[in-house]
């Protein structure tokens, strides 16, 4: 399966650990991106990140979110110091270079709880 | 303050018959709007996309209609069947002025269709 694979698929965590989500996008695909969806609501965009490189993280929370997509390996977002209201599934998308259309490739999506 | 409206919750057709899904919003500067779909437990899947410049897509069962005037779009699937029962997110690329990839979700239309 050449789709975009999340993991871990269900995370539970109490207050105060950190949660680390990985995501390696699908094959070709050099742009990965992660959503957060809260419960009854739509998706929220978080960051957008290129091999080495955060090029948009204008959704991310100023503290305790970082994102990363290293040379090797898959996207890692990691939230620090979890709270309750950090529960939700996060998805990550990835696209291929060049693409603007904004259609992007969904993983299955990550479902965290925190207790 | 919420750019992409989907104001039904939830939308029940008879197999066979018409479903239209309905979204508003309110900047203009948007370059793409898209349809995702999505089951249970899974990711959002690309459906169908527009242009700005377009005001009719079309692929198979589903057309997407969009009134710029109006700041309108809609889905429209014909013939409904079952396997289409899922929840509908309608999504716009901010295009220039924003980073690809930054979509912005409504909160979805949950749709059921009835054998």
């Known amino acids: 399966n050449a789709g975009v694979m999340q993991n871990p698929r269900h995370l539970v965590r109490r207050r105060g650990q950190e949660a680390r989500l990985r995501c390696s996008p699908m094959?070709?695909?050099?742009?990965v991106y992660w959503y957060r969806q809260l419960p009854e609501e739509g998706l929220k965009f978080m960051v957008y990140l290129q091999k080495e490189n955060i090029i948009d993280e204008s959704g991310m929370p100023k503290e305790r979110f970082s994102a990363e997509f290293p040379k090797e390996g898959p996207s890692i977002l990691r939230i620090q110091q979890v709270v309750r209201g950090d529960s939700a599934a996060y998805f990550c998308?990835?696209?291929?270079?060049?693409?603007?259309?904004?259609?992007?490739?969904f993983g299955e999506g990550s479902r965290l709880t925190v207790l | 303050d919420q750019q992409v409206k989907q104001n039904s919750p939830s939308l029940s057709v008879q197999e066979g018959r018409i479903s239209i899904l309905n979204c508003d919003y309110t900047?203009?500067?948007?370059?793409?709007f898209l349809w995702y779909k999505k089951y249970p437990a899974e990711g959002p899947t690309f459906l169908i996309s527009?242009?700005?410049?377009?005001d009719k897509n079309e692929d198979g069962r589903f057309t997407v209609f969009l009134n710029k005037s109006a700041k309108h779009l809609s889905l429209h699937i014909v013939p409904s069947q079952p396997g289409d029962s899922a929840v509908y997110f309608c999504?716009?690329?901010?295009?220039?002025?924003?980073?690809?990839?930054?979509?912005?979700f409504g909160k979805g239309t949950k749709l059921s269709v009835k054998p």
């Open positions: 527009i242009s700005s410049i377009k």
């Open positions: 998308a990835s696209s291929p270079a060049g693409v603007n259309t904004g259609e992007l490739f």
């Open positions: 094959k070709g695909h050099s742009h």
């Open positions: 900047n203009s500067m948007f370059d793409y």
């Open positions: 999504a716009a690329s901010p295009g220039r002025g924003g980073s690809q990839g930054n979509l912005i």
